[in-house]
Each structure stands twice: as structure tokens, then as C-alpha cells.
């Protein structure tokens, strides 16, 4: 399984872009990055995820580099409420499981 | 909204009992996972469902069992519980060839084994 690696912790401030990057410099073609975020005491909720092209939703965008072994997940307003830790997950390969690693906190501030 | 429910938010058991987690949901998905999640570990995976009687070892099942007799019920079993097994437990499912990429997870199962 590719793993994932994030910077511990990231701070922001309040209605600026938070970039919140990942390696995953081992993922296979046909696995997808997938991005979770968990607000405290809650269980995780997910946020968006891609393959090789870059996605946008309503909650963020994520951009993946051409070679895939990094991704940016962008929140373009940050508030105070995005304020939770952000997990990067590549899928296992042949399997609908996702390893979970320990994700970045992001702290927004005011 | 799907929904994915826990049967207990808080336990507190003792060395050597056995214990159940109970873990439901309405969606009608397949997959069904169990996590453990500890401070500065992030969250782990137990064993994974997908589908009924179906499991897979996830990174850590030493210590627990599980079992999925109907598709919208899978249960995680301590057999005899142990101090090491105090944690977060978060139930969660989605629908198989995940490629839509959500998985919807329960709020949780705080456990305290004394």
C-alpha cells in the first residue's frame, strides 16, 4: 500500500487559502488520493479525492502533480470551523480499504 | 442522509471481560470498516467487511474479532479485554469499489478497560 506523508501541523489565518500538502511518492496508477478531515470529537468526514486530474468541489480543490507523487488540498476561505485535522489516504491497491495515517492539524486563527 | 450508528458512545469495562461493539447503518453498503484511533497514532484499522460473513485483517486485528451477520450490522468482539485496548473506536461503511470515495463513519465508541 502506498503511504502517505504530512506535515504534523499547519496554521492559517482566517479567509486565507490553507494549503495542506502531501508526498505520496510510492502510489501505484490506478490508486487514488483521497483527503478526510476530522473536527474534534466527531468522526471523519470526507472532503474530495482524484486520480490524476485535479478536483474541485464545494468544500475544497485538490491538486495532484503530474508525476502523482504529491497532491495540495486547497481550502481557498479558510474559517475558523476548518480547524481539524486533515488526513491524506491513498487507497490499497486491489482492496476498498483506507489506511488512515495521522494527518495534519490545521489550526485557523482569527 | 446515511447514517451510521454506534451502539455506545461510552463503555467502561474491566480486564478480561468480553466485550461487544456494535456498529449499524442504512445505506445498504457493503463495506463495512472498524478503526481504533489514539492520540498521536491517528486512526488504525481493525478488520474490514465486505460483505456478509466477509472480513479482511486490517493493520492491527491481534486481540479482536469481528462479525457480520447481516449486511447493515458488523460487530467488533474483545475477547478479553485488555488496559491496551482503551481507545476511540469509530464504525464506518461505504458502498464497495470505493471510487466514489466516501466512507460515512459512526460517532464513535470511547472504551475504558480498567
Known amino acids: 500500500d502506498a503511504k502517505t506523508t504530512q506535515p504534523t501541523s499547519m496554521d492559517c489565518a482566517e479567509g486565507r487559502a490553507a494549503n495542506l500538502p502531501c508526498n505520496h511518492s510510492t502510489i501505484s496508477g490506478n490508486e487514488y488520493v483521497y483527503w478526510y478531515r476530522q473536527i474534534h470529537s466527531q468522526g471523519p468526514q470526507y472532503i474530495i479525492h482524484?486520480?490524476?486530474n485535479n478536483e474541485t468541489n464545494e468544500m475544497a480543490s485538490l491538486i495532484i502533480t503530474e508525476d502523482r507523487k504529491s497532491s495540495t488540498l486547497i481550502l481557498p476561505h479558510a474559517t475558523l470551523r476548518d480547524t481539524a485535522v486533515y488526513y491524506c489516504i491513498v487507497r490499497a491497491g486491489n482492496t476498498d480499504k483506507l489506511i488512515f495515517g495521522t494527518g495534519t492539524r490545521l489550526q485557523v486563527f482569527p | 442522509d446515511v447514517k451510521v450508528t454506534q451502539s455506545s458512545r461510552y463503555l467502561v469495562k474491566r480486564t478480561g471481560e468480553k466485550v461487544f461493539l456494535e456498529c449499524v447503518q442504512d445505506?445498504?453498503?457493503?463495506?463495512m470498516f472498524w478503526y481504533r484511533q489514539d492520540p498521536g497514532l491517528g486512526l488504525r484499522l481493525i478488520y474490514f467487511s465486505y460483505d456478509v460473513k466477509m472480513k479482511e485483517k486490517g493493520d492491527i486485528p491481534e486481540g479482536y474479532s469481528v462479525s457480520r451477520e447481516k449486511k447493515e450490522r458488523f460487530s467488533l468482539i474483545l475477547e478479553s479485554a485488555s488496559t491496551n485496548q482503551t481507545s476511540m473506536y469509530l464504525c464506518?461503511?461505504?458502498?464497495?469499489?470505493?471510487?466514489?470515495?466516501?466512507?460515512?463513519f459512526g460517532e464513535g465508541s470511547r472504551l475504558t478497560v480498567l
Open positions: 445505506m445498504d453498503h457493503e463495506n
Open positions: 464506518a461503511s461505504s458502498f464497495r469499489g470505493l471510487n466514489t470515495g466516501e466512507l460515512f
Open positions: 482524484g486520480l490524476k
